[in-house]
């Protein structure tokens, strides 16, 4: 088991999160992004800066049981069915239960910009969505221990 982060969007704060609780769960942490980004990780994977380059690195990398942290609900489907766990960076677990509901959102809201509609983007970071990330990716990885996986 290991922790991959899409890390062409996830916020600092998390990412030191992902680092911190690897350490503490003697797990590795795999970082995937664009060239574009300076990340600093013991298992760093630099892809080029073409649309979905990183989701397709990170999912070609994902293993199930695995944990992968990413904002982007299409590759959480596909990570999901590869029976990996998978949370975004506010700290929303995605499962097999919430994920179709998200994928229709997602539609909908395209749809809407399609037609020259606009969507509201994500609000600042939060010390409360630091704390959720914190408390389910650390939820993930003391199951995985429990359940003997790690």
């Not at 999912?59 to 596909?78: C, E, H, P, S, Y």
């Not at 975004?88 to 395209?110: C, D, H, Q, T, Y």
């Not at 983007?121 to 003997?148: C, I, M, W």
Request: aromatic share 6%; glycine share 6%; net charge neutral.
């Amino acid at each position: 088991m290991r922790i991959v982060v899409d890390a062409d969007a996830c916020p600092k704060k998390a990412l030191q999160i992902c680092m911190e609780l690897g350490r503490k769960y003697q797990t590795p942490v795999w970082t995937v992004a664009s060239f574009n980004h300076m990340i600093v990780s013991d298992h760093h994977v630099v892809v080029g800066d073409d649309s979905q380059e990183a989701d397709i690195k990170v999912l070609n990398l994902t293993q199930a049981k695995d944990i992968v942290v990413t904002q982007d609900w299409g590759l959480a489907a596909m990570v999901l069915g590869k029976k990996a766990y998978c949370l975004s960076p506010i700290g929303r677990i995605f499962s097999n239960e919430n994920i179709e509901f998200l994928l229709e959102e997602r539609e909908v809201k395209a749809k809407l910009r399609r037609g020259g509609g606009r969507t509201k983007g994500p609000n600042k970071r939060t010390a409360e969505e630091d704390k959720r990330f914190y408390h389910s990716l650390e939820q993930l990885l003391a199951d995985a221990v429990r359940f003997g996986e790690s």
